[in-house]
């Protein structure tokens, strides 16, 4: 079976967000946008950025006391903070792996064997370490309320564009964060 | 200033103040005594080495004179080191990869040399 059980994917997730919420407490993060590579580099991460036109988008490398921070930034700005606060997710939460590189769309026909699975976990808490902690729950509900008030009459995508502005990420990871912490409907 | 630049700041001066705090009582010197040969309060040298007052450079000159030790001795380590190589057993990893992986880690591993290289200029 390549598919990881409901119940291990929410206790994954579960922790990818302590963790998150950690860090935002440990450094009080309180004001949007996230200053992720100061947050990176506090954790002891060297960031190195490659222009690279391949399906590379970033890597986690453990190197003995390094950390390193891979990022491609061949993508837009948005997604490359995104990419750095995947790659310290996996630095903080994978601490068994030397390295992990991510594609930038996941190689969907290697993934269907034991193996995967375990990276498919990996993944799932990565990316939910990000999202947690590049869009924290209180901040974007703060936010969004705030919007809301002010224009009762606001559309979905200015909700979602404005707020993808404030905290600069891109507003697919915006949009998916909104539906996740049940602010829009999917 | 951003925060976690400021917080490495802090852990500089308070590295600095707990080495100075240690060689003085090493050397057996008071607070006061110390004060009096460098031309500080006794107060000066207490915030100093609890890190609420950041020395002054010519003062930090004075404080390791008076307990007769080196400068280097009463700062902390060098806490980046620049050797940007990757070690055998990441090249190990590496070598089961897809040829763009190995290019791109190598590349952006390499962009960290040359930009470690240009801060030593």
């Known amino acids: 079976m390549g598919i990881a059980s409901g119940h291990e994917r929410d206790r994954a997730r579960d922790e990818a967000r302590d963790e998150a919420r950690r860090i935002i407490w440990d450094y009080k993060v309180a004001t949007p946008p996230v200053r992720i590579e100061e947050l990176a580099e506090a954790h002891g991460a060297q960031i190195a950025r490659h222009r690279f036109e391949g399906p590379e988008s970033g890597f986690a490398l453990r190197d003995g006391n390094r950390w390193i921070i891979g990022v491609n930034v061949q993508t837009s700005r948005r997604r490359q903070r995104f990419t750095i606060a995947h790659e310290l997710g996996h630095l903080l939460l994978h601490k068994g792996r030397p390295l992990t590189v991510d594609q930038a769309v996941l190689r969907v026909d290697m993934r269907n064997d034991v193996s995967s699975m375990a990276t498919d976990i990996q993944e799932i808490q990565a990316n939910t370490f990000a999202a947690a902690l590049l869009m924290p729950e209180e901040i974007v509900l703060d936010f969004a309320t705030t919007l809301v008030r002010r224009d009762n009459t606001i559309t979905r995508d200015d909700l979602i564009a404005k707020l993808a502005r404030t905290f600069d990420v891109s507003v697919e990871a915006m949009s998916y964060r909104l539906i996740n912490l049940g602010i829009l409907t999917a | ?121």
């Open chain 2, 1 to 121: 200033m951003p925060d976690v630049v400021d917080a490495e700041n802090d852990k500089f001066y308070r590295l600095v103040g707990s080495k100075v705090r240690s060689a003085r009582i090493a050397a057996g010197v008071s607070q006061t005594l110390l004060a009096a040969q460098v031309g500080l309060t006794r107060s000066s040298i207490t915030n100093i080495e609890a890190a609420r007052q950041r020395v002054p450079l010519y003062h930090f000159v004075l404080i390791s004179r008076a307990l007769n030790k080196e400068i280097s001795e009463l700062l902390p380590e060098n806490p980046k080191p620049d050797d940007s190589r990757v070690s055998p057993a990441i090249e190990e990893k590496l070598a089961d990869s897809p040829a763009t992986t190995i290019d791109f880690v190598r590349g952006a591993v390499a962009r960290l040399r040359d930009e470690s290289e240009v801060e030593k200029r």
